[in-house]
């Protein structure tokens, strides 16, 4: 038995048993024996030093022969880059989610725990190898909506309660219990908003549905969804699965958010007029659903006066869209102003654009979207339970402007009415109320 030798067990890089002496030489499994024990021979076997120095182990790694034949220095720094990653490798294999490690928290706690072992490499030299092995550990990317699997441990909540409620071809939604109750009580108003910035390559949307929550003063987000196209009918199976998920006979529509559109971001960003129309359209909601066909048609002819084609396209769109295809009280405030949708939603999706400097996989994007859920459902736990504050401060601050703004017009209304002005004349009015509105919003 060999005598002051301290031996560590690791991995060389091909994954196969590794042995280092004295924190200086590493050995690299050669051959058995008869008898079972192992020989290791000197990394350096096989380079140019061709170091002919050897150990054998026996079967519980305790030391039968260590031929001290190197004709190299030991090198302290390649042997604690060795531990390091043998280290890295071996308590990335111990997470159960692999998008849950944190690369240089990792490598800190690693480096802390090796203090016995100098140099210490530094997190450049390693941060390749992270990020590869935690590659290795990751579910196949999914690259098309038909990829989507039915079933996965990807579908559970920090909870272990279902996550994803229904999938198609064309849509995946994912619901927690927590969600589908707050989805269920708290209906007066339903937020909703898409983005696309953290949309999965081969879909068009991430869809998300946010209600408020009054005794508590709080926005929380109820579904999420991806959606492959943004087709009408995509929006209704929507809404039904969520409804039938919630066991919920939900009268009230969703509150809407005017989409923006992408067809006439150049007229948009040069000229001031089409600027101010464009972003009154997206104001239409509160204004008095009586005279929105009116105040459309003024803007129009604006516009064609203008010769905008662009901004004309997304007229028709918005016409098809939002005055055809959906009923005006799926997204009209004027009766209700009690929240605004930019606060309820955006705020909530610009979070979500930040998590992601590129758009992710499908993966990495449900699992923040769990960690998201769970928040919520821990804020929501505390403030119902009173161990939270409830924020004294109001969040619905434009929602006062707006409000006072409204009601102004409302009175100018009624005392036109009075003196018997045309509908033209009143038209004319909650267009500048419009305009208005876009020094609020």
Not at 154 to 171: A, H, Q, V, W
Not at 316 to 345: P, Q, R
Request: charged share 30%; aromatic share 14%.
């Amino acid at each position: 038995m060999e005598e002051n030798i301290t031996i560590y067990i690791s991995e060389s890089n091909k994954g196969e048993e590794q042995i280092i002496i004295n924190k200086q030489y590493k050995f690299n499994f050669s051959h058995s024996r008869k008898d079972n024990s192992r020989v290791y021979k000197c990394t350096e076997y096989k380079k140019n030093n061709k170091c002919k120095s050897f150990i054998i182990l026996n079967n519980e790694k305790e030391i039968l022969k260590y031929e001290r034949l190197h004709n190299h220095l030991g090198n302290e720094y390649s042997v604690s880059l060795s531990v390091m990653k043998h280290k890295i490798k071996d308590e990335i294999k111990k997470h159960s989610n692999p998008f849950d490690i944190k690369r240089k928290r990792l490598y800190n706690e690693i480096s802390k725990e090796m203090g016995f072992i100098y140099p210490c490499p530094e997190y450049i030299s390693v941060k390749t190898l992270i990020l590869r092995s935690i590659n290795k550990k990751l579910p196949s990317n999914v690259t098309t909506f038909n990829e989507i699997p039915n079933e996965s441990e990807y579908y559970k909540t920090e909870r272990n309660e279902d996550f994803m409620i229904f999938k198609n071809s064309d849509l995946v939604i994912f619901q927690s219990p927590f969600q589908a109750k707050l989805f269920k009580k708290y209906n007066n108003d339903i937020f909703v908003d898409g983005t696309f910035y953290i949309a999965p390559k081969f879909s068009q949307q991430v869809f998300i549905t946010r209600t408020y929550v009054k005794e508590l003063n709080s926005f929380y987000t109820t579904s999420y969804a991806i959606l492959r196209n943004k087709k009408q009918k995509t929006y209704k199976m929507l809404f039904n699965k969520l409804k039938q998920n919630s066991n919920n006979n939900i009268i009230t529509e969703p509150k809407n958010k005017l989409k923006k559109n992408e067809l006439c971001r150049n007229e948009v960003n040069d000229d001031e007029k089409i600027f101010n129309y464009y972003k009154g359209i997206s104001n239409l909601p509160f204004i008095n659903p009586e005279y929105i066909m009116d105040i459309f048609s003024l803007i129009k002819t604006k516009s064609i006066e203008k010769n905008s084609c662009q901004f004309l396209k997304f007229l028709e769109y918005f016409y098809e869209t939002y005055l055809i295809g959906y009923d005006m009280k799926s997204w009209n405030y004027y009766n209700n102003i009690e929240h605004i949708t930019n606060n309820a939603s955006e705020s909530l999706n610009n979070s979500l654009n930040k998590l992601f400097p590129m758009k992710p996989n499908f993966y990495e994007l449900i699992n923040k979207l769990k960690e998201h859920e769970h928040l919520s459902y821990y804020d929501y736990q505390m403030k119902i339970k009173g161990i939270w504050r409830m924020k004294k401060k109001k969040i619905k601050t434009k929602t006062d402007e707006i409000n006072i703004l409204i009601e102004k017009y409302k009175n100018k209304e009624a005392k036109l009415i009075n003196i018997k002005y045309n509908r033209s004349d009143l038209s004319k009015l909650w267009f500048e109320c419009l305009t208005n509105l876009n020094n609020i919003l």
